[in-house]
């Protein structure tokens, strides 16, 4: 399951795997928006400890201590260290989420927590907490006839907004 995927519109190259993630649709051609990459990160002093780091050059390093080390930076790069592997591959909700965001961020996107669907030539975020009722709302919707963009995550490029 590695190779180009889709992810909130963007073209991604892994050499992770991320079964999650549909094949992307589009043209082939080297260009990709994100690359995700498994490789060490390296280790600067301060980061030994805590889960969450800015450096000075703006670049994110996210760790969960023991189980997944991910380096964010020049909007377009993931670099993902796994510490531990285990039969579910908990790691990867790290880089689909947290990490994710953080991309999303230093690309000048807002990452929300959101379900979105197309509805009458409008889209709609049902966006809310955990557990209370998105995902079903939005498949009640789905099977109702509207098209369903996306579930859990939803990326709104704010610089391309209408006034």
């Known amino acids: ?52 780091h800015v450096r000075p050059d703006g670049s994110v390093l996210f760790q969960v201590p023991g189980l997944v080390r991910i380096l964010t930076r020049h909007t377009r790069e993931m670099i993902v260290e796994v510490e531990r592997h285990d039969t579910t591959d908990s790691w990867r909700l790290f880089l689909l989420g947290t990490a994710l965001n953080h991309l999303c961020l230093q690309r000048g996107c807002l990452p929300l927590h959101a379900a979105t669907l ?10 809310g907490q955990s557990g209370q ?24 490029d704010v610089g391309s907004a209408p006034a």
């Open 133 to 156: 009722g998105k995902s079903t709302l939005a498949a009640t919707l789905g099977r109702r006839g509207h098209k369903l963009l996306s579930d859990d995550v939803a990326v709104l």
């Open 1 to 52: 399951m590695t190779g180009d995927r889709i992810l909130c519109g963007w073209r991604v190259r892994s050499n992770v795997p991320l079964p999650e993630l549909l094949p992307w649709p589009g043209p082939a051609s080297n260009e990709v928006d994100i690359t995700i990459t498994a490789a060490p990160n390296e280790r600067q002093e301060e980061e030994r400890t805590g889960y969450l």
């Open 118 to 127: 197309r509805i009458g030539g409008q889209t709609v975020a049902l966006a």
